[in-house]
């Protein structure tokens, strides 16, 4: 049987959903009516910075703006809605939503609180800091304890947005003798961005493919499958490898620039987030050799094929692009770094 429908998610998505949009409808009211002329423009307020030098007021539209993209992300603990939402999902929407539609929380922290709030970034950056570590460890353990192959990806996305939030949240503290740290930790993020829109995406496919085949999401249930199914089991080795962070693959070039980043300008919060590449590590390792390595166990009624040419035309460039990411990352970064420097003159002390 597939798992429950529409009720879960109602439940658990709706109410979190509105209070982002409350909490955003807020923070950007408050933004218009500091500004002078009252404006909703981006640039116009990037260029005022109203609430300079209005530390109460700009930490309250920093907080309702930061909760309502918090909830977007999620990051912990605005995270339970996520899970729901991919298990009741069908694959193709899981694959939009993680690979689109969580990518407007972290990039409402990139283009709207750092660039507009500036002085109150760098005034609460270290809370940031640690729900981005909170993020990455808990994400981590989580998935780490799922069954449901699905589930398991979806709390990944946690410990995902996690590291991108470290990264931003460090270069809030960097001083401007660390700025050259700081823009390394902000490119990382953005690269995370792409990497994890694509990786998980695709993992997200190859789980539906799993399900079509065997009608449910339970790893237990499957086993020895890379001999029926090469190339399902080569494509979900690759992005499963890019995800966990292996060297050649997107997820590396964006772990490496974040942490490398960050250890400069919080060296203890860096290494306390380490600990969740190796739990994903770990966990992805681990569902590879139940599904695919073992002996052969299959669903009843299932019938396991290998990719269809429609399927593999899907997935199969969204993990050629890690790939290629991973091997030659310079035509991303040189698109990344000038804007990481320039969003780092803004919050750097």
Avoid: C
């Avoid at 589930?151 to 700025?179: F, K």
């Avoid at 070039?253 to 490398?260: G, K, P, V, W």
Wanted: proline residues 6%; charged residues 10%; glycine residues 10%.
């Amino acid at each position: 049987m597939g798992p429950p429908r529409s009720r879960p998610l109602g439940a658990a998505v709706l109410p979190l959903h509105l209070s982002r949009s409350l909490a955003l409808l807020l923070g950007f009211i408050g933004l218009y009516l500091a500004a002078e002329p009252h404006t909703f423009d981006m640039v116009e307020l990037a260029t005022q910075s109203p609430l300079e030098g209005h530390g109460l007021a700009g930490g309250l539209v920093l907080l309702a703006v930061g909760i309502g993209l918090a909830i977007k992300t999620p990051t912990v603990p605005f995270h339970t809605w996520l899970p729901p939402a991919h298990t009741d999902a069908p694959a193709a929407g899981s694959a939009i939503l993680a690979g689109v539609l969580l990518k407007m929380g972290t990039y409402g922290f990139v283009r709207i609180t750092m660039p507009i709030l500036p002085h109150a970034w760098r005034d609460y950056a270290m809370v940031f800091v640690v729900v981005g570590v909170v993020s990455v460890l808990y994400g981590a353990l989580l998935a780490l304890a799922q069954t449901d192959f699905k589930r398991m990806v979806a709390y990944t996305s946690v410990n995902h947005m996690g590291y991108i939030l470290l990264g931003l949240g460090a270069a809030g503290l960097a001083t401007s003798d660390q700025a050259q740290a700081a823009s390394l930790a902000v490119t990382g993020g953005l690269t995370q961005m792409v990497s994890h829109g694509l990786l998980t995406g695709a993992l997200f496919l190859l789980v539906g493919v799993l399900h079509d085949r065997g009608d449910t999401y339970a790893m237990d249930s499957y086993g020895g499958l890379a001999g029926l199914t090469p190339r399902f089991a080569a494509l979900t080795a690759v992005a499963a490898f890019g995800s966990l962070g292996l060297p050649g693959l997107s997820g590396f070039i964006a772990e490496f620039q974040i942490f490398t980043g960050s250890l400069g300008i919080v060296p203890i919060a860096a290494a306390l987030a380490l600990p969740g590449i190796l739990i994903v590590a770990a966990l992805f390792l681990r569902a590879l050799n139940r599904v695919f390595l073992g002996h052969r166990r299959i669903p009843p009624k299932a019938h396991v094929t290998d990719l269809f040419a429609s399927e593999l035309t899907a997935i199969a460039p969204l993990v050629a692009l890690a790939v290629v990411i991973g091997v030659l990352p310079r035509f991303l970064l040189d698109v990344i770094e000038p804007a990481s420097q320039l969003l780092v003159a803004l919050v750097t002390r």
